[in-house]
């Protein structure tokens, strides 16, 4: 079996499992995902969908929030941790925003990538969520899950993750996948136990699984 081959088999497998996967990240506006892609590193979405309801409430806009005083942002993202960086990045993110676009968020790849604080992940996954385009979100649960499954061999490094997903994904399903993988990961093959191969949907096609 090709990787191409197995990764065709394992989207339809996780398209059956988890037919309704999606962004956990809450919002109802572009800029407002951005905001909350910068606070998930290394913090959990139930706790960004929390904290963000207090910075909305404080500052509803983009240029509200652009105009807010870095200490003020930082004091109400602390409990996502790295509050310092991560406060200084979305004010120094709001205000290129509001000088640069009208306080509109670019729908162009590489436009997202120069924003400050925004990485290929978030980039992608605006691409994908917001714009409705080819995106691959290489996360940890991505990273891990395509090795387990023998899609990637070793590779750990999220950009030459998603350069090799890039050649064996279609590019219609990419973020739907990648956001399988994410419900996969937390439920089944999970990173800080044994993954339960037992009950796992891609047992006869995964890697891991010896096939």
């Known amino acids: 079996m090709t990787k191409k081959q197995r990764a065709l088999k394992i989207i339809e497998k996780l398209k059956e499992e988890y037919p309704n996967a999606d962004c956990t990240l809450e919002y109802d506006q572009a800029w407002k995902l951005l905001v909350s892609v910068r606070l998930a590193a290394q913090c959990t ?3 960004v969908n929390v904290v963000v309801e207090k910075l909305y409430e404080k500052f509803p806009d983009v240029d509200a929030l652009a105009n807010a005083p870095v200490e003020e942002i930082e004091e ?3 409990p996502c941790g790295l509050g310092r960086s991560k406060a200084r990045d979305i004010s120094a993110c709001m205000r290129q925003l509001r000088d640069v676009y009208g306080g509109k968020v670019p729908d162009d790849f590489d436009k997202l990538l120069a924003l400050p604080g925004v990485g290929r992940k978030s980039a992608n996954l605006i691409m994908g ?3 409705g385009k080819p995106a691959i979100v290489t996360d940890t649960h991505c990273i891990r899950l395509v090795n ?3 899609l990637v061999d070793g590779i750990k490094e999220p950009a030459k993750v998603e350069k090799e997903l890039w050649k064996i994904i279609p590019p ?3 973020n739907d996948f990648c956001h399988r993988l994410v419900d996969h990961g937390r439920a089944v093959c ?3 136990t044994k993954p339960y191969c037992e ?3 891609l047992q ?3 890697k891991q699984a010896g096939v």
């Open 204 to 206: 006869d096609i995964c």
């Open 199 to 201: 009950k796992c949907c």
């Open 172 to 174: 219609e399903e990419g």
């Open 76 to 78: 109400i993202v602390h």
């Open 148 to 150: 387990r499954m023998g």
């Open 129 to 131: 969520d917001v714009f």
């Open 190 to 192: 999970t990173a800080r």
């Open 45 to 47: 979405d139930a706790r």
